[in-house]
T-cell receptor, first 112, second 111 residues
Framework: ETGVTQSPTHLIKTRGQQVTLRCSSQSGHNTVSWYQQALGQGPQFIFQYYREEENGRGNFPPRFSGLQFPNYSSELNVNALELDDSALYLC???????????FGPGTRLTVL | GQQLNQSPQSMFIQEGEDVSMNCTSSSIFNTWLWYKQDPGEGPVLLIALYKAGELTSNGRLTAQFGITRKDSFLNISASIPSDVGIYFCAGYTPNDYKLSFGAGTTVTVRA
């Protein structure tokens, strides 16, 4: 059974650019959640996708958007990057809503 | 998400010691999850708890779902160097599918 995978591992962008991060969910999982983790803090919920529909959103501006595909993989898109967007972005999948979430290794985004 | 308060914020362990940490909230939770995160990696699920009063073990780790449903505890027995890392509690409140996280407890080996 393949776990949650994320790509790329690291990314460096400049202010104002756009970025797309990708996540493949664990086999059999239909729910994907995205988190932003700043250094020294716990993961902050960005949004969740359930069966290809957005199912809840945290306190993040609209320039953070996402998609979930029919195979339940997912993308996180961030437009107009700001310096404060520098963080570890984590994706987690679960077999259904309100179940245990299994995390990928994360994508480290640096905005210069 | 709901506010989760984890304590202690950090702790130093000596090999062989038993250590404890906890997580509290003003809200009722119906699921508690405990994760460990190593530097630069994603959190790894250690233990999941679903019922008030539940006590669950995973090797040297034991976690409990508090009877009030507003707290949870994690104990590590006979600690070893690889127990170093950041431990997070997380949970779901009733009718909410967002997983809330505590700020973490950083465990370091005492020199």
């Amino acid at each position: 059974e393949t776990g949650v995978t994320q790509s790329p591992t690291h990314l460096i962008k400049t202010r104002g650019q756009q970025v797309t991060l990708r996540c493949s969910s664990q086999s059999g999982h239909n729910t994907v959640s995205w988190y932003q983790q700043a250094l020294g803090q716990g993961p902050q919920f960005i949004f969740q996708y359930y069966r290809e529909e957005e199912n809840g959103r945290g306190n993040f501006p609209p320039r953070f958007s996402g998609l979930q595909f029919p195979n339940y993989s997912s993308e996180l898109n961030v437009n107009a990057l700001e310096l404060d967007d520098s963080a570890l972005y984590l994706c987690a999948s679960s077999s259904d809503l309100a179940k245990e979430q299994f995390f990928g290794p994360g994508t480290r985004l640096t905005v210069l | 998400g709901q506010q989760l308060n984890q304590s202690p914020q950090s702790m130093f362990i000596q090999e062989g010691e038993d250590v404890s940490m906890n997580c509290t909230s003003s809200s009722i939770f119906n699921t508690w999850l405990w994760y460990k995160q190593d530097p630069g990696e994603g959190p790894v699920l250690l233990i999941a708890l679903y019922k008030a009063g539940e006590l669950t073990s995973n090797g040297r780790l034991t976690a409990q779902f508090g009877i009030t449903r507003k707290d949870s505890f994690l104990n590590i027995s006979a600690s070893i160097p690889s127990d170093v890392g950041i431990y997070f509690c997380a949970g779901y409140t009733p009718n909410d599918y967002k997983l809330s996280f505590g700020a973490g407890t950083t465990v370091t080996v005492r020199a």
